[in-house]
């Protein structure tokens, strides 16, 4: 045991270097940090309460929307009924993000922190690119015929037009 | 009392009737009509247009008359954010094609020429018997019961195996991301995405707002008509009856569900 001294140091090197992360944590790390998603209709009558109870969302929010995304595309169901009785439209952009406006607080938040990424928004468009109101209208008819095109508004984030899958 | 077997069967059998008729009075009880409202959200999915077997005709006799009329394509693209690509990354739902290539080994040199060299309105055909949906290895593309052979886009993994099966051309894919595209979105449908394959659904998502398909919908000069061709009193069984109407590449099969006046 001529470099007993030697080998001990580098063992506590080493210890070191492999415990690094967890000091680091534990010294000035954000793992321990709480992460809550801000709601941004908390307060409001109507928008208090969601589709289910917050913890079921809270772990279950995936398969709810997993689950909606089939009952749409493939079955033609499109109306959620919650235990209590509210109906909702089953739809991302118009029923969850007419209350959960805020991507940023709202999923991004814990999606960053728990490093999931989903791809909801490669298709469905997030609510601040909601941009003007965009107008689609018959064009006019050299006969005067009366265009029956008017209720083809389309691009109003609450409005009624078709909501994809 | 002494129970033979042909009481017992009997009475077996009116039990599990018996059993039966609950639950299934259950479910047919349950009007969802009477359920409450969600507070927050105005429910447009409350009332959707219904068919058997839905269909369009298409007067091209009306389109001849308006030749730069584009309004079903404009609609149809704003409606369902279709980007503007050129060439081989075009992304098309309805589209104009010539007489000659929407309608090759129908047509003829000596036939009038206003319609040898006109342009005729193209989208899905909503065949009734879909090549693409019989080659879709994850079943992104499948037929709804009313007809409507529907995409889930969230499935396709961009094989193109559809493409190769239309003969119609009726689908297009994403070489690029097409929110390069586009100018305005409509918030209240998807895009799509790179590497995904796209096409007309017949505005499924309008049908089940109780609205009829946007190009029809805007049609200024009703060249479209969209209904229930299972329905014998329905507008398309009207004009079907009353026009000699053809189809696209018959003899292949595939009975479309889109059909031309000429």
Known sequence: ?165 | MTVDRRKFVKVAGLGMIALAAKPAAELFGKDIEHVPAGTAHKLDVDHPKTAKRWAMVIDTRKCRENPDCDACINACHDVHNVPHFEEKDEIKWIWKESYHHAFSGDDNEYMPHDILHSNVLLLCNHCDDPPCVKVCPPKATFQREDGIVMMDWHRCIGCRYCIAACPYGSRSFNWRDPREGLENKNPNFPTREKGVVEKCTFCDSRLARGQLPACVEVCPHHALTFGDIDDPNSEVREILEQNNTIRRKPSLGTKPQVFYIV
């Not at chain 1, 793992?31 to 709601?39: L, Q, R, S």
């Not at chain 1, 595309?73 to 909702?88: L, N, Y």
């Not at chain 1, 928004?121 to 005067?144: D, K, M, N, Q």
Request: overall charge negative; hydrophobic content about 35%.
């Open chain 1, 1 to 165: 045991m001529h470099d007993g001294g030697k080998i001990i140091l580098f063992l506590i090197i080493l210890l070191v270097l492999f415990t690094a992360p967890v000091w680091y944590n534990i010294i000035g790390g954000q793992a321990g940090k709480e992460v809550n998603p801000v709601i941004a209709t908390a307060d409001e009558p109507g928008r208090d309460k969601c589709v289910y109870d917050k913890e079921y969302m809270l772990g279950n929010h995936m398969n709810v929307l997993n689950q909606w995304r089939d009952d749409v595309v493939r079955r033609g169901d499109r109306i959620h009924v919650t235990e209590d009785g509210r109906r909702f439209s089953k739809s991302l952009s118009l029923t969850c993000m007419d209350c959960h406006s805020n991507k940023e607080e709202f999923c991004d938040k814990c999606h960053d922190y728990m490093d999931v990424t989903p791809y909801c928004w490669t298709c469905h468009i997030e609510p601040s690119l909601y941009g003007e109101r965009v107008v689609v209208e018959a064009p006019e008819v050299a006969t005067g015929e009366e265009i029956k095109g008017e209720d083809m508004t389309v691009g109003h984030p609450t409005g009624t037009h078709g909501e994809g899958h």
